[in-house]
């Protein structure tokens, strides 16, 4: 069975930094596409970013773009997310799966964030 598990979250003001983790078990994350996504109150789950099995093609959303990063180690079965600049519209709760096009695994409980104006 995968579980994910997200961390990283908080409250920061907007301009702020926060790197997000996700740790995967039950399965090895070697060659599968890993994103994440978002899902802020009263609206649907959308994408941020995902990443080649081997980190060589990075996506983001248009609305993240140039200020997120979204990186991987295969070896630990973990992938991040460096948000920089932090816009009070990042509040949402993050959470990571396979990337689109892949049927999800069971979400995870994800980690809030929370951006301040």
């Not at 003001?13 to 596409?33: E, K, M, N, Y």
Request: with cysteine.
């Amino acid at each position: 069975q995968v579980q994910l598990v997200e961390s990283g979250g908080g409250s920061v003001q907007a301009g702020g930094s926060l790197r997000l983790s996700c740790v995967v078990s039950g399965r090895t994350l070697s060659s599968r596409h890993m994103g994440w996504f978002r899902q802020a109150p009263g609206k649907e789950r959308e994408f941020v970013a995902s990443i080649s099995a081997d980190s060589t093609r990075t996506y983001y959303a248009d609305s993240v773009k140039s200020r997120f990063i979204i990186s991987r180690v295969n070896a630990k079965n973990m992938v991040y997310l460096q948000m920089n600049r932090l816009e009070p519209e990042d509040t949402a709760v993050y959470y990571c799966n396979q990337g689109p096009g892949s049927v999800p695994w069971d979400w995870g409980q994800g980690t809030q964030v929370t951006v301040s104006s």
